[in-house]
């Protein structure tokens, strides 16, 4: 099964607005990772938050992580059309082998 | 940065077929690889693990005998849909792990993907 579940599903915003999307998980984790996907490409890594980290940024990009939650939310800051795509979160399974995605939130930025 | 290719990009069969697909890890080795697939406007759903030398670890409900994989050097893993169907059509997807132990790593890098689409 999924390991993380996002929220929205979908988000329509115009360019300059700010984007969040939530995750939750369901295992402990060790870090939660989060990837861009445009429409028919392959994954682009973004951003890693360790278990021990509370908030990252990265240009503009902040994630943040509550272990308590088991939850994470990514924000896009000043959003441009260029953001478009889908933003998925991703952790590692039980095991610890392999990565395990949550649904994904499909992000619309128009101009 | 490191760099994961796929090929082909796409491919179209007749149901029946089989089609092989390669990922390759260009400026690194990788020890583990791994392959996606992805339903259009779904998540990527984690097929196999693939570990170089050795067997492929699958998934739950993933047939090894339909989807054969083989990892025979550290840069190169192939897929092999085997028997084809249309319900096969699907964005295949592999990742590849630099590789520092029997666990992965912080990081995976990801291919441009594979369109299949089975007539």
């Known amino acids: 099964s999924q390991q993380g579940e996002e929220d929205p599903q979908a988000l329509s915003i115009q360019e300059g607005e700010n984007a969040t999307m939530n995750c939750s998980y ?6 939660l990772q989060w990837y861009r996907q445009n429409s028919g490409r392959g994954l682009v890594h973004l951003i ?20 308590s939650k088991k939850s994470s939310s990514l924000l896009i800051t000043a959003s441009r059309a260029a953001d478009t795509a889908s933003y ?7 095991a610890g082998t392999a ?11 128009s101009s | ?20 697909i390669e990922c390759r890890s260009l400026d ?10 992805q339903f259009p406007k779904q998540s990527l759903m984690l097929m196999a693990t693939s570990n170089e030398g050795s067997k492929a670890t699958y998934e739950q409900g993933v047939e090894k005998d339909k989807f054969l994989i083989n990892h025979a050097s550290l840069t190169l893993s192939t897929l092999t849909v085997t028997s084809a ?19 992965s790593t912080d990081t995976q890098y ?3 993907g594979t369109r299949l689409t089975v007539l």
């Open chain 1, 88 to 94: 998925f979160c991703a952790s590692l399974n039980q």
């Open chain 1, 26 to 31: 369901k295992t402990s984790i060790n870090n």
């Open chain 1, 99 to 109: 990565l395990i995605f949550g649904k994904g939130t499909t992000l619309s930025v």
């Open chain 2, 110 to 112: 990801f291919g441009p």
């Open chain 2, 1 to 20: 940065g490191a760099v994961v290719s796929q090929h082909p990009s796409r491919v179209i069969c007749k149901s029946g077929t089989s089609v092989k």
């Open chain 2, 28 to 37: 690194f080795q990788a020890t583990t690889m791994f392959w996606y697939r």
């Open chain 1, 48 to 67: 890693l938050i360790r278990s021990n980290e509370r908030e990252k940024h990265s240009g503009r990009l902040r994630v943040t992580l509550d272990t």
């Open chain 2, 85 to 103: 169907h249309p319900e096969d059509s699907s964005f295949y997807i592999c990742s590849a792990d630099p590789g520092r132990g029997a666990t």
